[in-house]
Structures are given as C-alpha cells and as structure tokens.
C-alpha cells in the first residue's frame, strides 16, 4: 500500500470516529452545530479532539496528526495543540489530591469533570446506527 493510500485510510479511519461522536452530539444539542463558540459546544469540541487524538495514540495510527484532526473543525493544528493539552493539564488537576476538595468550587474544573464524565460514558460506549 503506497504512503499516499495509506494516509487517505487514516483519515478515513479518524473521520468515522469523528463522524460517530458528531451523531451523537446530534442527539444531544440537535439545534447546535459543532463548530458554535459557546462554552458548553466548545468544550465538547475540545473533548472530541482530545479522544480522536487518543485514538490515534492507542491504536498507534501513524500519520495521523494534528493537521489531520484540525481539517475535521476546519481549525488551525495549534487549536488541536491547545485542545489536546487543556484536558491533559484538567485530567492531572482533577487526579491531584490536593485539588480533590476544590473540583466543586472551580467553575471550569466542575464544568470539566462533568463534561469528561459525561463524553466517557455518552460518547465513548455509545452505539451509532450506522
């Protein structure tokens, strides 16, 4: 398989993951588009970016990057940079116990473990139609 067949699979690959967790979005925001700025969609969009850039860490996708990610929510590679190290700097927060006590009196950490919880087990163990 030639490199360039090879990456149009990644891409096929990260986009029907993309496209499983955007459907289910759909049920669950069916009047917004994923691209909206607001605060909740946005932070949905960043835990989308995340996990689509952990899946192609744990099932070791080569040459998927970050552009690839980007081209899906037609964003700049640094936004997925950004996306990818917002939540890993959340999940460490949230994992520290010096902050255990704080997660309920911080807006965005509150906010983040709700969101993350939810993405986990919505998003992550849902079965689409298609």
Excluded: W
Aim: some cysteine; glycine content about 2%; hydrophobic content about 35%.
């Amino acid at each position: 398989m030639n490199s360039l067949s090879q990456s149009i699979n990644i891409e096929k690959q990260l986009a029907d993951k993309k496209d499983k967790y955007v459907e289910i979005f759909k049920l669950h925001y069916p009047d917004n588009q994923i691209t909206e700025k607001s605060y909740d969609i946005t932070l949905i969009r960043v835990l989308i970016m995340y996990f689509l850039y952990q899946e192609k860490k744990v099932n070791k996708i080569k040459g998927a990057n970050f552009e690839t990610i980007a081209s899906f929510f037609e964003v700049r590679h640094t936004t997925v940079v950004r996306a990818v190290e917002k939540v890993n700097s959340y999940i460490q927060t949230l994992e520290d116990e010096r902050f255990k006590s704080k997660i309920g009196t911080v807006k965005h950490l509150k906010d983040f473990n709700l969101y993350y919880y939810i993405f986990q087990n919505i998003f992550l163990n849902y079965k689409c139609s298609a």
